[in-house]
């Protein structure tokens, strides 16, 4: 049975899988608005994909099994909301705001997931640096409040790990929390994430939003708004410092599209969808800093056929900040976080971003890495006994560099024994200068793995 505050607008006229017409007895129905049919007493929800004349093109939130023609059609005047409190964290949502944890919220407060309340005017583009106490993207990567950075990394290249390791660095350092948005996640995927964050004793420091591999692609679309909500919430009534991971946001390009070729709309090249620079555009203008608080957000991107230059792909990285790339040949050497230094870039790594000395430093740990590369095959031919000294000295110091971006991480302590170390940006700067200038000629390369900054090595090397 309907609410008794639910206006009847209109009949069902067809239906399929993905989406259900309506002919409307009212005209105050505007894209986005949600209507429901009413099932042996379960209501059906559908979101409006668009209004030709008095036909509604709607796209449903669940199955619409059983759903027929003539069926009456209720406005649910709220639309798609989600939690709008502090009950949000350590809550696991799916993509309409419902909980699929198991929980229950008493006295729910909600908020359009679509809502954006921040005016050009409220926008701070000149945030400060966002230091996540992590060498390698301190030093290679730098974030401001309110970047946005993509994640690029295959299975098994240590994504999750260093996300916990974000999550936890920016609650011990900022007091903040994060929100994670799981977008055409596998179900098994979203489980482990949750039994993890568990076990690793951050899911209190967490908000979670999935919409799974095997949903609808509207759930899959509607996860990036709400996600985005729940940031905002932390970010304008907590005033925090907070991190929005998103993985897959690839995978909210290709629901769009899909949502968009059910609705009779003609895909352009390579199938997307017409409004494809529209619906980034979208997600990505919420990702912003404020005076009071900021959202920066990580980004996985998967990219189809390993096609760089893919449309999708393309527009995404556009209204990116910079990328961390994550590498299987890094974490073959067994360096963790197994971070790519060639491929890993950020618009704040400059002169006028981080400072001369980060940026020269940077500049020179880079070259130093690639020369390295270049003399590991004459090594690999020669021996290294056939380098100039000068070869030899690159060579020493670019193995002790390339070690001391490893860092023992605070959530992996029960797994290696190794008391986790926040590195603060200064020491990473010392350490550096250090070893590319020779101070640690004399110290084996071994002592600068999985440490913290440089003094311990020195100890170690002493005794």
């Not at 017409?21 to 007493?41: F, I, K, P, T």
């Not at 949903?215 to 679309?221: D, L, N």
Request: proline share 2%.
């Amino acid at each position: 049975m309907s609410n008794i505050n639910e206006t009847k607008i209109g009949k069902i006229i067809s239906v399929s899988n993905l989406s259900v017409q309506v002919l409307l007895d009212r005209s105050e129905v505007s894209m986005r608005s949600c209507m429901c049919a009413y099932l042996n007493g379960k209501r059906v929800s559908f979101e409006v994909a668009g209004v030709n004349g008095g036909i509604a093109q709607a796209i449903p939130l669940s199955s619409v099994n059983g759903l027929k023609k003539g069926m009456d059609v209720f406005a649910l005047p709220r639309g798609i909301e989600i939690e709008y409190s502090d009950n949000i964290l350590g809550k696991v949502f799916n993509s309409y705001g419902e909980l699929i944890d198991g929980g229950v919220i008493e006295n729910p407060v909600t908020r359009n997931v679509y809502e954006k309340n921040l005016a050009l005017s409220e926008i701070d583009i000149d945030g400060d640096v966002l230091w996540t106490g992590i060498k390698a993207l301190d030093f290679f990567a730098p974030m401001q409040k309110g970047f946005k950075m993509g994640m690029l990394g295959g299975a098994g290249v240590g994504k999750t790990v260093l996300i916990k390791e974000l999550i936890n660095n920016v609650y011990r350092g900022w007091g903040s929390n994060s929100v994670f948005a799981g977008i055409g996640e596998r179900s098994r995927e979203g489980k482990e994430l949750y039994d993890e964050m568990m076990e690793a004793g951050l899911m209190d420091k967490l908000a979670v939003v999935f919409g799974q591999m095997g949903e609808s692609s509207m759930a899959r679309s509607r996860a990036a708004y709400a996600g985005l909500t729940l940031a905002e919430f932390l970010r304008d009534e907590r005033r925090q410092d907070v991190l929005l991971f998103i993985d897959n946001i690839y995978r909210f390009v290709q629901a769009n599209s899909e949502i968009s070729a059910e609705i009779g709309n003609m895909p352009i090249e390579s199938g997307y969808s017409t409004t494809l620079l529209s619906d980034v555009s979208e997600v990505e203008e919420r990702v912003n800093s404020t005076g009071q608080g900021s959202i920066t957000s990580f980004q996985a991107v998967f990219i189809p056929a390993d096609d760089i230059t893919d449309m999708a792909v393309n527009t995404i990285m556009s209204h990116l900040d910079g990328q961390i790339v994550l590498s299987r040949k890094v974490a073959e050497k067994g360096i963790y976080p197994a971070v790519d230094v060639f491929s890993t870039t950020s618009k704040l790594l400059t002169i006028e971003g981080v400072g001369e000395r980060h940026f020269r430093l940077a500049e020179k740990s880079v070259a130093t890495l690639a020369r390295y590369q270049e003399l590991e095959e004459v090594v690999a031919v020669l021996g290294v006994d056939e380098l100039s000294e000068e070869d030899m000295n690159i060579f020493y110091r670019a193995r002790k560099l390339r070690n001391y971006f490893s860092q023992p991480f605070f959530v992996s302590e029960q797994f290696t024994g190794i008391e986790g170390q926040f590195v603060k940006i200064e020491d990473v700067l010392d350490d550096v200068e250090a070893i590319l200038t020779g101070k640690y000629d004399s110290v084996d390369e071994s002592h600068f793995l999985f440490v913290g900054k440089v003094p311990e090595v020195k100890q170690t090397a002493i005794f």
